[in-house]
């Protein structure tokens, strides 16, 4: 069978262009509005798309810099991902859900029990993209000065997602005889306790649920670092990945898949999914024409602040219009990380062609920075993704929309048929779980085969 791409619709509350909120047909009530959520689940679920990705982030970042119009952008009041989750995958049928949970800010024990008790409200259709969490913002919020350096919170991490995934294995799937006539509710011998003692965390076990449908949910990680690459190689099932070109996302690709031998994975078992954001219309100038509409309605003052955030000089001093400072360089104070290469390599590409600085802001809010930024027809945007899918550079992507229905509306009549017709997505979903969907095979118990090797040694 001809390989098939991945789709995910990456749900950021409106839409990832800052000025979504402000676009004709966007509830800009829509972060706080179930039936928004839902609406655009229906049209995800209509395209047959893997899943919906929740991002989250339990903070309102940076909102004591007055560089950084928060009160301005749209995202900052939302809903819970899981909790919300929890709803739409009993309104919104056969669609997966992957949503963001910190290994720095929740403890394993609780956090297995909320996933597995949703894989079994939804039969099996709930992910979890796992993050180490950087910002000073949500560090604050969990009682901390400073969020954990890398090593640390990376090695947390491993320690969270191991208790994590054997405490879903604690009961074997054929525990439970629930025999009304003997009074055995379960085999005592298909249950097994933790009794995890590690540098983090100490948990007993059992998991007070019984396994998942899928066995153990898919992860999904992010991140270009090599601890945030090694921690995907261990245990990720999926790579949310962010590059902007080609060359990047190849050398990205290889690099990640490289590092799965020495955890004993073959390369098809993490799928690499990089970000696009498509601006697609019927004709050339009808996708220009939507871009132009949304940058017309972004605030000049949110998209300096958007530079800010992203690892950009401060630029608030300067004419808007006028020519990039020959001095300007990269600030990392906001992120607090090692000098991000987008920044830098975007800002040597403004220089370079010239740009002034709001022409720099609507290349970083049209996609430009970390995420493939598309603009087309149908046609010339489904040549891209099929060259970086048959290039070695992606397995699928994840659809960021620049707004909320209107270009997952977009998504789904334009670009889908043109991807059916060259045969590189799907008619039909496949099976019923998100393993399912993602061609994941389902873990095998690994207490259960530890119990039954010992009752092979014992005979």
Sequence with gaps: MKRKMHLSLSIAHLGYHPAAWRMEGVPADGTMNFQHYVNCCRIAAEGKFDFIFLADVAAVREFGDPRVRRDREQQHAKHEPFTLIGALASVVPEIGFIATGSTSYHH???????????????????????????????????????????????????????????????????????????????????????????????????????????????????????????????????????????????????????????????????????GVMPFVGRTLQEAQDKLDRMHALLDPAVGIGQLIISGFPDFSGCPIDGPIPEDAAPSFEIKGAQPDSFATSLLARARRDGLTIRQLIQLVCGGDLWQLGVVGTPALIVDVLEEWFTTGAADGFNVQAPYLPGSATDFVALIMPELRRRGLFRTEYEGKTLRDRLGLPRPPNVFAAGARELRSNAR
């Design 108 to 274: 394993p024990y609780n956090f297995a029990r909320r996933l597995s008790t949703l894989n079994h409200i939804s039969q099996g259709r709930v992910g979890w993209n796992l993050v180490t969490s950087w910002s000073r913002d949500e560090a604050a919020n969990f009682g901390l000065t400073a969020p954990l350096d890398s090593d640390a919170r990376h090695a947390r991490a491993r320690e969270f997602a191991d208790i994590v995934t054997r405490l879903f294995d604690t009961w074997e799937d054929d525990a439970f005889i629930r025999d009304k006539a003997s009074g055995v509710y379960f085999d005592r011998e298909k249950l097994h306790f933790l009794d995890h003692d590690g540098k983090y965390f100490k948990v007993k076990g059992p998991l007070d649920t019984s396994r998942p449908p899928q066995g153990i949910p898919p992860i999904a990680t992010a991140g270009a670092s090599a601890n945030a690459q090694e921690l995907a190689a261990a245990v990720a099932d999926i790579v949310y990945a962010g590059q902007p070109s080609l060359a990047s996302a190849r050398a990205y690709y290889a690099s990640v898949k490289s590092r799965l031998a020495r955890h004993g994975r073959a390369p098809d078992s993490l799928l690499i999914m990089p």
